[in-house]
């Protein structure tokens, strides 16, 4: 027997980030929307723990116990005292490394398949915490829609989301790490007095009523000058996406994804023709939004 679960993206529509902690982390107001980008996690039995990942970018993703699948498996195991002997197969489509927490959705993905798969039953309290422990973002993933993150991120209040927003996402060649993201934010704010993050009553209410021209004006990532000074040539995809018709561009967390809110789905295929065109990302993606979280799609 096999249990396949579907997990989506994510795009952060307002990413607010305060002073580092003592910790490392930095607190935040992290407003996140799951998109219609999807990977597949398939958990089999198994005699050890094995990690396997297929689709265009699987060469990117390790396949040893680093990758959040296995640690999802390993943390599950753990707490219920069993082996954690599964086969766990990725089919990727989200981008890696690429700001749309793809590694989050695998390891939200293995320990909701793992659960099915050996009976474990947890609660949904056990699995979100479980969930925090694997990663800021991984808590998300399981729960998908719109909610905001506090804390590192990890901490959600769901939100109502009162539409279909329409995206494109521009795809860049190779990845950027989130800590070095992080630690350029904290370069670039050296002396300056960093306010605490708070989420904008204008998102919120534009989440709320499915009004897009709102979305598109209240879009914010305070990671975006970060991830433009490690990668500059993202400049040149926002212009190319904004010019060709988006309502509103910005870096997906922590990058160098870019991601362009449009009015209707045939001005996604315009814009993402033309973001092909320009020559300025390695692939154009299609989406909408919300999504929803982690789901049990075939046993
Ligand atoms: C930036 C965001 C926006 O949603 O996602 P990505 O765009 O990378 O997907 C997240 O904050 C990434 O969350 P996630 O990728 O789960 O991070 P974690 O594994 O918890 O932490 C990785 C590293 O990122 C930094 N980090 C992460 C979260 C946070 N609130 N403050 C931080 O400073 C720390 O350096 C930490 O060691
Ligand atoms: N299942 C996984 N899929 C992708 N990357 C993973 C996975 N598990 C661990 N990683 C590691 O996490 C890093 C960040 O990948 P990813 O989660 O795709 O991006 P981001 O954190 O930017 O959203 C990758 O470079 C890779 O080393």
Redesign the pocket.
Known sequence: MSITVRVPA?V?VQ?A?GA?RPD?????A?V?LAVSLYDEVTATPADELRITCSGPDAGQVPLDTTNLAARAALALAARHGISPDVHLHIAKDIPVAG???G??ADGAGALLACDALWGTRASRDELLAICAEL????PFSLVGGAAL?T????RLTPLEVGGTFHWVFAVADGGLS??A???EFDRLVAGADVPAPAASAALLDALRTGDTALLAGALVND?QPAALSLRPSLADTLAAGTAAGALAGLV????PTTAFLVKDEDAARTVADALLASGTCRTARVATSPAPGATQIRT
Do not use: I, Q
């Open positions: 994510k952060n990413l980030v580092a490392g982390f930095h607190d935040l992290n996140f700001g749309m927490a590694g989050s990663g800021s973002d991984v993150g804390g590192r991120g990890e989130t800590p993201v992080y630690g990671l997906s967390g922590s990058g």
